[in-house]
């Protein structure tokens, strides 16, 4: 992935990453969903990524709903 990119927020619950991912979005700040969970067995991580200029205040939003950072 490309380093403007950061990790905001880390999940093994795909519906939570999407919700965060539309909070952000509701927001207007761009952010992606990166799956890397195992297709069959389910471990592994769900990430959400925001511009790294967008970090402070997509972790702002996050603190202010109550959603948990990684």
């Known amino acids: 992935m ?5 990790v905001i927020f880390s999940s093994g619950n795909l519906q ?6 539309s909070l952000l979005a509701h927001n207007e700040i761009q952010s ?6 195992d297709s069959l067995y ?3 991580d ?4 925001v511009n790294r200029e967008d970090v402070v205040k997509a972790k702002f ?7 948990g950072l990684i």
């Open 2 to 6: 490309d380093k403007n990119w950061a």
């Open 16 to 21: 939570k990453a999407e919700l965060v991912k």
């Open 32 to 37: 992606v969903v990166a799956n890397h969970q």
């Open 42 to 44: 389910k471990f592994g």
């Open 46 to 49: 769900i990430e959400v990524l």
């Open 61 to 67: 939003i996050l603190d202010k709903n109550n959603l």
